[in-house]
């Protein structure tokens, strides 16, 4: 075997002693791929934007066994009864986690105009 590949399976091998210059020669090359490998390799390991809602939520016990959640009309759209319900759990899962919506019902002020959500959720 030539003395090449004796010095290649040498350090594949880690078979030198610590304070040798090959040993710190490999500890070397170790630190720089895994400082310097980031500038050069895209690991693509973002962060995950999480945008929060602007709705304020409070949570309370219902007694049944059921949460209550009353969460701002203003994160909600005026639509349908399906586009309500998604709307919602979009806001309550990122705080309780996976649920699902038992009930809700809408909140007027003196004139009419729908200023929050009472939702009633159970945890699956």
Same mark, same amino acid.
């Given at each position: 075997?030539?003395?090449?590949?004796?010095?290649?399976?040498?350090?594949?091998?880690?078979?030198?002693?610590?304070?040798?210059?090959?040993?710190?020669?490999?500890?070397?090359?170790?630190?720089?791929?895994?400082?310097?490998?980031?500038?050069?390799? &895209?690991?693509?390991?973002?962060?995950?934007?999480?945008?929060?809602?602007?709705?304020?939520?409070?949570?309370?016990?219902?007694?049944?066994?059921?949460?209550?959640?009353?969460?701002?009309?203003?994160?909600?759209?005026?639509?349908?009864?399906?586009?309500?319900?998604? &709307?919602?759990?979009?806001?309550?899962?990122?705080?309780?986690?996976?649920?699902?919506?038992?009930?809700?019902?809408?909140?007027?002020?003196?004139?009419?105009?729908?200023?929050?959500?009472?939702?009633?959720?159970?945890?699956?």
């Amino acid at each position: 075997m030539s003395p090449v590949w004796r010095t290649i399976k040498s350090f594949i091998f880690w078979s030198h002693e610590r304070g040798t210059i090959q040993y710190d020669v490999m500890v070397t090359v170790i630190l720089l791929f895994v400082f310097l490998s980031p500038l050069v390799i &895209s690991f693509n390991d973002r962060p995950v934007q999480r945008n929060p809602q602007a709705s304020g939520v409070m949570v309370y016990p219902d007694g049944n066994g059921e949460f209550v959640y009353q969460v701002d009309a203003k994160g909600v759209p005026d639509a349908n009864d399906e586009a309500i319900r998604n &709307s919602l759990l979009n806001i309550i899962e990122p705080i309780s986690g996976s649920v699902s919506i038992s009930r809700y019902e809408a909140i007027p002020d003196n004139k009419g105009k729908v200023v929050a959500y009472k939702v009633w959720v159970q945890r699956e």
